[in-house]
Structures are given as structure tokens and as C-alpha cells.
């Protein structure tokens, strides 16, 4: 049977995480650890009858506290059930349990010429991904967790299973129906608990080439990603590092790059087609006074290169030693990417302030990770006021603050003008519907009030 421990030190074995809350961190009540989706559901029906907040736990990796149980409640640690099901090579899709990470499911698919390629970066679950929508360096080629859902097993506040495109349901498309597949990707533990996710598998590419090119401007780092994606390069990772930033990684991860706005790409294919895809990138950013390109085909070099872009959040921390992080999150039209950049740097610099930036560019999505001293009240309102700033400048050039890393201090404050009113209330209607005592994740609920 299920094992329930109220133990606060369980707790905080479970959260070995580094979530980061420039508020008190809150702890659960009770963490229990289910082995099935039945004990879930059991588990579940008693929170249901005693009106307890229940908390979804993957593997931590979230960046904006929402493991954080603010008002106490019981924190369903998933880890238990890690069970990868319903393999079908033909049909490229898999089902997987919600304690199975994105790098234990690649390793179990190594041998069949498969891969799940969305890569946050953190060893995920799942699970964990499809509940933030979670994109990463794959993105722009692949898509975000939103693409690759098939269909999910949730279980309600009161205990009810469901399955969002059917049980055993594995349709590319699907027209019955809203897509409630879609309603719960993104949804952050605040509708119901995802016991089991069917997701979309690629085929390994045959050749993969990684790349490092220098920038004399952000500028021209920024334009060289918008011309590559305008001219169909079919880019599997592009992402823009900051002068700041690729200083912070040559420091911490032991590189010499140029101390200059650098991008690291990366290119999936046949070996003829990379050749083309290499030889048009290489004239483009050439033509944006690119220069100290370095190529790397071997897969050691091409790790090498993409953990040091992964640990950009631990480079930018080892900055300031006994300071804190807190990633800012936007995302604009391609268009729009070189103007806020800039504007972005030139704010940073005025201001003061630490904030290497790196990006998924390709996505038009970057991150500002802001190294603050949390005990220091006038530097943390000064970053305060800057994803205010960085927030009113996305929104009025057509684009938002993203979930991934920053719901708190831009977000909050600026969902309602980004939306709209009617926006919000309709999903205030859904969350009433499916869970009419607040119970899921009450923390992350965006009340009208707070607006
Ligand atoms: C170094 C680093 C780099 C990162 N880079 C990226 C990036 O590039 N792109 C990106 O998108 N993210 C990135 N992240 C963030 C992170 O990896 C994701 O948010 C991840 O998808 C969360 O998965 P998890 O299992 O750790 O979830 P947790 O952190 O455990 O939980 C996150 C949220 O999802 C809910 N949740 C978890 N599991 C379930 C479930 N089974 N059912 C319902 N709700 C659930 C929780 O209640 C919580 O609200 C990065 C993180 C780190 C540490």
C-alpha cells in the first residue's frame, strides 16, 4: 500500500531541488509517495474529504517555487511510479509514469534508433514537463511539450481518472472535442495530477554537427538567428549567450571562448543535408561579422558544448557567490528579438544590475538570470522594478512572459493586461469546474484579487 509520511525532514529529502523563491520557502504538511494511479486516486479522495491542497511533485527542477506548498497540504511525490510503457517503435509514440526522467527514457530507447528530443536542460520527469509545458534547446526544431503530447492520464481533486484524448487513445490528430490534452499541458498542477503521459518519439538523426560563433554585437548574433530561420535552415538548437554569460560559462565550465555575444548551434540531418545547412549558415553569419567559428562533430566536443550551455544557470551563480538567482522569462516575435535584447542590456548596465543572458533565440525566447543578494531590500526592489520593465517592453512589442522560469514578479502583475479580463474569468470557470474547493496547487492559483 501507499506510504504516508508527515515528516517535514521527508520533505525536505524529497525537494534535494533547487528551487529558488526570493520568498520563505513552504514546506508540506505531508508528503505520500503512490506506487499506481489507484493510490493516487485514493489519496487523493481523502485530500478531497478533508479539503487539503494537494502538490504535485516531479523531480524539483521547476524554477518559479511551484512545488512550493504555501498555504501546507500534501505533496504527491511521483518518483514510485516510473514505470515506461506501451512502446510502439512503429508509431513513434511511448507512454511513461510520471517518475520517469527525459534521460531514463532516452537511455531505454538508445537501442531502438528513437529519442525524445525536448532537453530543459534538467533531468525532468515527464510527467514534470507536460504539467509546465517545457521547451528547451530542441525547441525550435521539435517544438515545446505542447507538440509532443499524445495524451495524459490526470487525476482529479475528487479522485476521478480521466483521460484526456481517450483511454488508450494515441491520435496524431483529433478534432472530438476541445483538446483537453492541451488544457493540462501548461496547467502546473493546478487542475489535476498527471499519472501517465503518451508522448511523441523522433528518429535519431543520422549526423549531428555543433557549432560556437562570436559576435562583434548582440545585434549581429540576433540578426544572424533571424536570417538563418528566414531562410528555411531547418537549426535543431540555436541560443544566444551574452558577453556576461559566456564569460560566466568559460569561468565555470573551464572554456575559452571569445568574451563576445556568441551563438551555439546545433544541426541534425543526413551528412549531405547538414553540408548544405552548414555551408548557408556559415555565409550568414559571415555576413553579420561572425567570426571564430568552431565545429564539432564528435559527440564528446558536442556534450561538452551543451552541458556548458545547461550549467548557464550555475555559471551565472558562481558570479556572485552567496547570492540568489531569478530568471526572468520572454518571449517575442523573431522580429522584435534584436530590439529587446538591446534595450534589455542597456537597462542591465544602467541599472547596475547582474543578469547574463541566454536564450532559446530561435524561439524568440530568452532569459535574463538575475543574480541578486536576497538579504539586500534596495538591490532586490531595483530587480523587481527591471522585470517590470522587461515585462511592459515584451508585451508591447506583441509577445509575453513565458511560465518556464519567471510566474512570480513580471507575470503576476501583468497576466490580466496581457490576457484580458474575459481571458482570465473563463479560465477561472475551468478551474472552478474541475476543482471547485482550490485544492490543486492553491499556491500557483492567479485569483482576481492578486490582479
Ligand atoms: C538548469 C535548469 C535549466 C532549465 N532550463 C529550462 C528550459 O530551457 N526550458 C524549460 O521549459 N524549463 C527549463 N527548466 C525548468 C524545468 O526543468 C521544468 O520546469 C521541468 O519541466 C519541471 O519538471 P519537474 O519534474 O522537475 O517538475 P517539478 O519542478 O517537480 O514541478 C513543476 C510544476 O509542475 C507540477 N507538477 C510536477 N509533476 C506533476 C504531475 N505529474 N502532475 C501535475 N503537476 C505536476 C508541480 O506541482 C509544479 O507546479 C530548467 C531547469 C533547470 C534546473
Known amino acids: 500500500m501507499w506510504s504516508l509520511v508527515a515528516l517535514f525532514n521527508i520533505w525536505k529529502m524529497v525537494s534535494g531541488s533547487i528551487v529558488f523563491l526570493l520568498s520563505r520557502c513552504c514546506p508540506p504538511d505531508v508528503v505520500v509517495f503512490p506506487h499506481c494511479v489507484e493510490e493516487v486516486s485514493a489519496l487523493t479522495k481523502v485530500c478531497h474529504q478533508h479539503r487539503l491542497p494537494i502538490i504535485p511533485f516531479g523531480t524539483g527542477t521547476g524554477l518559479e517555487g511551484g512545488v512550493s506548498a504555501v498555504e501546507g497540504g500534501v505533496c504527491f511525490s511521483l518518483r514510485n511510479m516510473d514505470q515506461i510503457l506501451d512502446l510502439h517503435q512503429e508509431d513513434f509514440d511511448v507512454t511513461v509514469e510520471p517518475g520517469v526522467t527525459r534521460k531514463a527514457l532516452n537511455a531505454y530507447l538508445r537501442d531502438t534508433g528513437l529519442w525524445f528530443p525536448v532537453d530543459p536542460g534538467a533531468d ?13 534547446t530542441n525547441a525550435v526544431r521539435y ?48 487542475l489535476g495530477i498527471i499519472t501517465k503521459t503518451t508522448l511523441r518519439l523522433y528518429g535519431i538523426p543520422e549526423a549531428m554537427v555543433s557549432a560556437v560563433c562570436s559576435f562583434p554585437s548582440v545585434q549581429d548574433a540576433v540578426d544572424s538567428t533571424v536570417q538563418i530561420l528566414q531562410a528555411g535552415v531547418p537549426i535543431a538548437r540555436i541560443e544566444f549567450l551574452d558577453d556576461v554569460m559566456i564569460d560566466a560559462c568559460n569561468r565555470f565550465s573551464c572554456l575559452s571562448y571569445p568574451v563576445t555575444p556568441t551563438l551555439f548551434l546545433e544541426f541534425h540531418g543526413s551528412e549531405q543535408s547538414l553540408k548544405e545547412q552548414v555551408n548557408t549558415t556559415e555565409d550568414i553569419t559571415q555576413s553579420n561579422r561572425g567570426s571564430d567559428f568552431q565545429w564539432a562533430q564528435d559527440a564528446e566536443t558536442r556534450n561538452r558544448l551543451w552541458k556548458a550551455r545547461h550549467d548557464a544557470w550555475y555559471a551565472a551563480l558562481a558570479l556572485r557567490p552567496g547570492c540568489k538567482a531569478y530568471a526572468t522569462d520572454v518571449c517575442v516575435p523573431l522580429s522584435q528579438l534584436p530590439q529587446i535584447i538591446v534595450e534589455t542590456k542597456e537597462d542591465l548596465i544602467e541599472n547596475r544590475l547582474t543578469g547574463p543572458i541566454a536564450g532559446h533565440v530561435g524561439d524568440g525566447n530568452f532569459h535574463c538570470l538575475m543574480v541578486v543578494d536576497p538579504t539586500d531590500p534596495e538591490e532586490l526592489h531595483q530587480v523587481h522594478l527591471f522585470t517590470e520593465r522587461l515585462a511592459r517592453r515584451a508585451l508591447a512589442m506583441g509577445g509575453t512572459c513565458t511560465g518556464e522560469h519567471g510566474v512570480g514578479l513580471g507575470k503576476r502583475a501583468l497576466l490580466c493586461e496581457e490576457l484580458g479580463s474575459m481571458a482570465i474569468q473563463v479560465m477561472q470557470g475551468l478551474k472552478d469546474t474541475l476543482d471547485p474547493h482550490n485544492m490543486m496547487n492553491p499556491g500557483k492559483i492567479l485569483q482576481p484579487r492578486e490582479l
Not at 525532468?124 to 528547451?136: D, E, F
Not at 482529479?156 to 484524448?165: K, P
Open 143 to 190: 517544438g515545446t511539450m505542447r507538440e509532443n503530447v499524445v495524451n495524459l492520464e490526470v487525476v482529479l481533486s475528487d479522485g476521478t481518472i480521466i483521460h484526456t484524448a481517450g483511454k488508450g487513445r494515441r491520435p496524431r490528430k483529433t478534432s472530438a472535442g476541445y483538446n483537453l490534452t492541451n488544457l493540462f499541458v501548461g496547467s502546473e498542477g493546478t
Open 124 to 136: 525532468a520527469s515527464l510527467c514534470g514537463m507536460a504539467a509546465t509545458s517545457a521547451s528547451g
